[in-house]
């Protein structure tokens, strides 16, 4: 009698040459949540008790088991899988016959025919669904029959009232009961048969089903003392092995994955059934756990061969032809993700004739790239990669679906997006679009933030309030992947963090949750300049849990100085141990001159490249505890007579040429800072003694002036705050929220700029001359009537390659040299695209990258 299961998908794949974890397996009813994450580092922790034998009475799990039930501790029975406990029962129960309900499980019959009983079917009413029959059963027992129920059935997936079994049982005291509960952890609002056990019946459970360690073997028995203790020493001595009794123990105290899985399963199960339904010419039965019997009312093709071409799609179901009592009209399908459901019931519709339904938007190329952290090289990997697919004429777009950045940018049509979104935009030769940043968190204060939707202000939030609106974010942030995806050839995604921030995976909308949605493999990139790169791509994978780790395709090494021979060794460990190559090596890249991300590499000190030449201008930055928009600054980097320093100390202010304060997303509280730290104190010194030019972009500007309201409270508790005083003006900030790009003209020099302005401030001043207006006359920018300090709305000015020679010049001419008067840097982007491509293309394994997003 052969026993079909999940093992045998090995088998399968090798009849059509494909490795089988590239089969959809639909035979196995495994958890679709694959196993808890907590696994792996159990499995890591009980390696050194490996090394001595398990304990042969399994006590901590049997404890466990005990008190999770509720039973004494002698009354559990702890095997090596539940089917190890099936086959041993015929062997201790002395039964004269086994009465078995079919269809159901092989397991049943098998172990008894092996034991010599006879063994008597009774066939279940496929016109009722198969439905248990609780009065059927009591008439066909007799006395030393031990009955072997599935509680709920398999294949069926029904369940048999509880109450009405305990009272068949209490009736037939002279017959045992065996309860197959393999899959009631299953079922929401179960009723087990553990509790109010009848004396005569043994309740079997197994958890490699439910927590997805079918490789393990873990299953125990509830039964009364005397019965148990025989079933023990029937069973081999150590049959539990040693990480099988630690993962039992602590799995049967994780409510939350008892919970999700339920929910879960429920929903899943429900779509999947009306899908089916759909699918015409098919019966589906109402089931109650993870997988779902049905039949074919209009073959062909029958079973066995709607078995055959599915599996050619990489699709394996499990036909029910050898159940008894049922035949090649029959096959049962495990409940599995939307997506992994959705593309089993397309495959069914396309082998009935039917016609596949579009899930969403069509299936584009896709990579994403993770990090082992903040500032690992991700948005600069996604950057890459976008210019070398537009090299390679593939019509390519960025997308993030969540950003953590003071560091934006508004769009030609006024929306407001991640500065790291439209960086990836440029290097793929695109206007920004707010659909590849859809969220924007601004954050300012350290436990909220302002949330930008779709380039639009939504509201101040807190972290709870924010973790409560996240699904609602989390739909539009997919409704822009797909029209995105509907429009190009591939998308380049960007993670957030690392996705192995356990305290926040359960509400992730930006790592895996969105590579599953966009179905897209993703590539986990280390800094290895950092240190300790090797041991973030493996603890990364030991935190993830089984989905989310079958989604990296390999790693990327970011930043790496010296011999490369010398990584080998440490590529096969990490190959070895985590499964999966690292694809390439990006060196240390020097004065790349593109954009940052966000203010990490500013406030980390690498942002700063000192020129080392000596007829050069000194302009410092000043550092704010809530900095926005420092990239204002980037083009000074590429100066030659620029020494560019940022300024955290009153002392940090000394020998500068020229002060600028940047953009906050908490003014009143940057202010604070400023007062305590003592450099406001010294801005008003280099201010009185002439020592520097003072700028102020958007909030440095309102931090120049006299005064600061906030009386809606848009950015600080505080509502209100005085200023440096350097300007004659006052700042109240608006509910509503300034979002517009402009071109505008420098009075002085009469020199065009361009940028772009994001502000709540409205400003009002007197006695003060005009230093920018826009196209439309509009003044955006004042300054005293010297022109030594001014300040602007406007971000972006410096990008402007006249105006910004025009300013060092002057600050040239006041320390005593002579000025250029001519453009020395172009700050273009273009060059450092291209630069970034070449390397990166020698650097990574491009057939792979193209083979992982389905180019190849």
């Known amino acids: 009698m052969s026993r079909p299961h999940g093992g045998n998908l090995r088998k399968l794949a090798q009849t059509i040459g494909r490795p089988h974890e590239q089969i959809l397996d639909f035979s196995a009813n495994i958890n679709p949540l694959g196993a808890p994450g907590w696994i792996r580092a159990e499995i890591s922790r009980s390696v050194d008790s490996m090394f001595h034998y398990p304990d042969p009475d399994c006590t901590a799990l049997v404890e466990a088991i005990s008190r999770h039930h509720e039973v004494p501790a002698e009354q559990v029975v702890a095997g090596n899988g539940s089917t190890e406990i099936l086959c041993a029962l015929p062997r201790v129960l002395h039964a004269a016959r086994a009465l078995v309900p079919v269809p159901s499980y092989s397991d049943y019959a098998l172990p008894a025919v092996l034991a010599g009983l006879d063994v008597c079917e009774m066939h279940l009413d496929e016109s009722a669904g198969f439905a248990p029959d609780p009065a059927a059963l009591d008439a066909q027992v007799q006395s030393r029959d031990v009955v072997y129920l599935g509680q709920p059935n398999n294949p069926t997936g029904l369940l048999c009232n509880s109450d009405a079994l305990r009272r068949v049982a209490a009736e037939n005291p002279s017959a045992t009961f065996v309860v197959d509960e393999a899959f009631i952890d299953f079922v929401d609002g179960h009723d087990t048969l553990i509790r109010r056990r009848p004396p005569n019946m043994i ?303 359960h509400h992730d909308i930006v790592n895996m949750k969105m590579a599953r949605y966009a179905r897209s493999p993703v590539l986990l990139v280390g800094d290895i300049d950092r240190g300790g790169v090797f041991a973030s791509f493996v603890g990364t994978m030991e935190l993830l849990e089984q989905w989310e780790r079958a989604l990296v395709a390999g790693f990327v090494i970011n930043q790496f100085r010296g011999d490369q021979s010398l990584l080998d060794p440490a590529l096969e460990y990490t190959r070895r141990h985590t499964g999966r190559a690292v694809l390439g090596v990006v060196p240390y890249l020097h004065k790349l001159n593109l954009p940052e991300e966000d203010s990490v590499e500013f406030k980390s000190g690498r942002y700063i490249q000192p020129d080392e030449t000596e007829e050069a201008v000194d302009v410092v930055i000043v550092d704010l505890p809530h900095i926005s928009n420092f990239t204002d600054f980037d083009a000074f980097r590429i100066e030659p007579d620029v020494r560019l320093r940022v300024a955290r100390t009153a002392s940090d202010l000394d020998n500068a040429d020229a002060i600028i304060i940047p953009g906050s997303k908490n003014v009143i509280g940057d202010f604070a800072h400023l007062e305590r730290s003592g450099m406001a104190h010294r801005l008003r010194r280099a201010a009185l003694l002439r020592e520097a030019e003072i700028v102020g972009i958007c909030a440095g500007f309102q931090i120049l002036g006299r005064r600061i309201s906030d009386p809606h409270h848009v950015e600080s508790a505080d509502g209100d705050s005085k200023g440096l005083g350097l300007l004659a003006a006052d700042t109240l900030l608006a509910e509503d929220k300034t979002l517009v790009r402009a071109s505008a003209k420098h009075d002085p020099s009469g020199l065009p700029v361009f940028g772009y302005e994001i502000h709540h401030g409205q400003t009002r001043f007197d006695g003060l001359v005009p230093a920018f207006r826009r196209s439309d006359g509009e003044v955006v920018g004042v300054a005293t009537p010297d022109h030594r300090m001014w300040g602007t709305y406007l971000h972006g000015v410096f990008d402007a390659d006249e105006f910004r020679r025009w300013f060092i010049d002057r600050l040239r001419e006041r320390r005593g040299m002579a000025p250029l008067r001519k453009i020395m840097a172009t700050y273009d982007l273009e060059p450092a695209f291209d630069r970034l491509a070449q390397v990166v293309r020698e650097s990574l394994d491009m057939d792979e990258v193209y083979r992982v997003m389905g180019l190849r």
């Open 203 to 505: 309740v079997l459970r197994s958890m490699t089903k439910f927590y997805a360690i079918p490789g393990l073997r873990l299953g125990y028995a509830i039964a009364d003392p005397a019965l148990a203790l025989s079933l023990r020493d029937a069973l081999p001595e150590w049959s539990v092995n040693v990480p099988a009794q630690a993962i039992g123990e602590r799995a049967l105290g994780d409510e939350d994955y008892a919970r999700r899985t339920r929910e879960f399963v429920s929903k899943q199960r429900e779509t999947l059934a009306r899908q089916l339904s759909g699918v015409g010419g098919l019966t589906v039965f109402p089931g109650t756990a993870n997988f779902l019997l049905v039949r074919i009312d209009r073959p062909p093709p029958d079973a066995p061969s709607l078995a055959k071409r599915l599996l050619e799609v990489g699709i394996a179901i499990r036909t029910c032809d050898n159940f008894s009592g049922l035949d090649e009209r029959f096959f049962r399908v495990a409940v599995r993700t939307e997506e992994e459901n959705e593309r089993l019931c397309n495959a069914l519709r396309s082998a009935f004739g039917g016609r596949a339904r579009r899930t969403q938007a069509k299936k584009t190329a896709t990579l994403m790239f993770q990090g082992t952290s903040s500032n690992a090289g991700k948005s600069i990997m996604a950057s890459a990669l976008c210019r070398i697919l537009l090299q390679d004429g593939i019509r390519v777009a960025p997308f993030k679906s969540q950003n953590m950045s003071l560091n934006s940018h508004v769009t030609r049509d006024g929306g407001e997006m991640g500065r790291a979104q439209v960086v990836q935009a440029q290097a793929c030769r695109l206007e920004p679009d707010v659909r590849m940043n859809p969220i924007l968190l601004k954050p300012n204060s350290d436990t909220g933030c302002q949330v930008i939707l779709r380039g639009k202000p939504v509201a101040n939030m807190n972290v709870a309030d924010y973790i409560r609106y996240k699904p609602r974010a989390f739909e539009a942030a997919k409704e822009c992947y797909d029209s995105l995806a509907e429009e190009y050839d591939a998308v380049i995604l960007e993670g957030a963090g690392s996705p192995a921030e356990v305290n926040l995976k």
